[in-house]
C-alpha cells in the first residue's frame, strides 16, 4: 500500500537529532517557555520575515488568541471562506463573533476575492484568508478592502508554512497569521503546536500575555487569559524540521509537477497554481465526478487517500443554523475533491505508480 502521509519515515529521517536535543532538555530540567521555545520562535519568525513568533499550543489556539487579541466579541463580524477546516470557522465563533462565509474560487479553492466586498457590512472587522491545501491567497485585491473598510486581516497559515505571494512569504501577508505544527503539515511536531506571527509590536505582546494566563509577568494578570503554551520539547524537534522545510516544500513541487505533468485523463481536474512558489502542495487535491468510485479504485491499487474535506463547515450539525444555507461551488468541491499522496519521502516508484494507475482508471 502506498501510504497517503507516511510520518514515521518523514520523522525518523531526524531521529538522531531529535534524541540528542530531548537529552539536552532532561538535562536542564525546563519544559515550558524555556530556551527551546526563544530559539525556534526567533528561527520561525527569521523564516516568515515577521518581527514576532508567539509559540501556542495548536493551531485553532493561534487563531483564536489572534482575535481574542484584536478584541473582537460579540457583534463583531468576521469575513472566512466558506470551504476551510473547520477550525477557521471554530476560532471566530469561539470569540463570539459572526463567521460571514465567502465562496471560493474554483480554480485555486481559495476564498474569492471578487465576491467579498458585498459582504462587508458597518460590524465587519476582519477578512481571515485560509492558504487552503498550501497555496497562498492572492492578497492584492484583499489588501485593498482593508484598507478602504479599515479592517484587519488574519491569515489561517495551518497548511501553508514556506508559501510565497508577492515575495513575502505567508504569516507575513496580513495583520497576525496563525500555524498549526499539527504532526502531519508541511512543517509537524510530534504532538500539538502552534504558532502566531505578525509583525505588530503591540499586538504580539497582548497575545504573549492573554496566552500565559493573561499575565505580562510572573502572579501579575492583566487579562482574563488562557493557558496555550509551546512545550520545549516540542519547539526543539520543530527547530530541528524547520531547517529542512524548504527542502521537504521543493520535493512536493517536484511530485506536484510531476503530477500535473503526466496525469492525463479527462476524467480527473488537476489543481492549478499561479505561481509555482506560491504553493507549497500541502495536499495535493483532484476533483472528479465519480469521487467515491476513483477513491476505491485507488485504494484497489494500493493507494490510499484522503478527503479533504468530505463535509463543509455550513452542512455540519456544529453549525445546524446555516445547514439550510446553499455554497454551491464549496459543496461541489467537496462533493468532487480527493487527494493523491504527496510528501516529501515519497520515492520516484510511488510517483510513477500512482500517475500510471490514475492514467488508467476510466
Ligand atoms: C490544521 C488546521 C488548523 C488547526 O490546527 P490544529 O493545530 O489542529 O489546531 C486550522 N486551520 C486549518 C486550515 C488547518 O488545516
Known amino acids: 500500500m502506498i501510504k497517503f502521509l507516511d510520518l514515521e519515515k518523514i520523522n525518523n529521517r531526524f531521529r538522531d537529532e531529535i534524541n540528542s536535543r530531548i537529552a539536552k532538555i532532561l538535562d536542564k530540567g525546563w519544559y515550558l517557555q524555556g530556551e527551546e521555545n526563544e530559539i525556534f520562535t526567533k528561527n520561525f519568525a527569521k523564516y516568515c520575515d ?40 471554530l476560532a471566530i465563533t469561539q470569540n463570539g463573533c459572526t463567521p460571514v462565509l465567502v465562496e471560493p474560487d474554483i480554480n485555486t479553492y481559495n ?16 477578512i481571515m484568508v485560509v492558504h487552503l491545501y498550501g497555496q497562498a491567497v492572492q492578497m492584492e485585491k484583499i489588501w485593498q478592502l482593508a484598507k478602504k473598510y479599515n479592517l484587519k486581516v488574519i491569515e ?12 513575502l512569504k505567508t504569516g507575513n501577508l496580513s495583520d497576525a497569521s496563525g500555524f498549526s505544527f499539527y504532526p502531519g503539515k508541511n512543517l509537524g511536531c510530534l504532538g500539538d503546536g502552534g504558532a502566531i506571527t505578525t509583525n505588530d509590536d503591540e499586538l504580539a505582546k497582548k497575545i504573549k500575555a492573554i496566552a500565559n494566563y493573561g499575565s505580562d509577568r510572573k502572579y501579575h494578570h492583566i487579562y482574563k487569559g488562557v493557558n496555550s503554551r509551546l512545550d520545549e520539547i516540542q519547539a526543539a524537534i520543530l527547530d530541528i524540521k524547520l531547517k529542512y522545510l524548504d527542502e521537504d516544500n521543493n520535493r512536493r513541487r517536484e511530485i506536484s509537477k510531476y503530477y500535473r505533468e503526466n496525469i492525463k485523463n479527462e476524467k480527473i ?43 463543509p463547515p455550513h452542512k455540519q450539525l456544529a453549525y445546524s443554523e446555516w445547514n439550510n444555507l446553499s455554497y454551491p461551488i464549496s459543496e461541489e468541491i467537496h462533493n468532487t475533491i480527493i487527494s493523491l499522496p504527496i510528501s516529501p519521502v515519497m520515492t520516484d516508484y510511488e510517483i510513477e505508480k500512482i500517475v500510471e494507475v490514475a492514467n488508467e482508471y476510466i
Open 111 to 126: 476564498i474569492n476575492p471578487n465576491l467579498i466586498e458585498e459582504k462587508i457590512t458597518p460590524k465587519t472587522k476582519a
Open 269 to 311: 481536474i488537476l489543481p492549478r497554481t499561479y505561481d509555482e512558489n506560491s504553493h507549497v502542495w500541502h495536499v495535493f487535491a483532484v476533483r472528479t465526478q465519480k469521487r467515491d468510485e476513483f477513491q476505491q479504485y485507488l485504494s484497489d491499487n494500493q493507494i490510499q487517500t484522503i478527503i479533504h474535506y468530505p463535509t
Open 156 to 167: 489561517d497559515s495551518a497548511q501553508a508554512h514556506g508559501a510565497i505571494y508577492n515575495n
Open 50 to 89: 515577521t518581527k514576532h513568533c508567539i509559540g501556542v499550543a495548536n493551531g485553532l489556539d493561534a487563531l483564536n488568541l489572534i482575535i481574542k487579541a484584536m478584541g473582537f466579541g460579540v457583534g463583531d463580524e468576521i469575513i472566512v471562506p466558506s470551504n476551510t477546516y473547520i477550525a477557521s470557522i
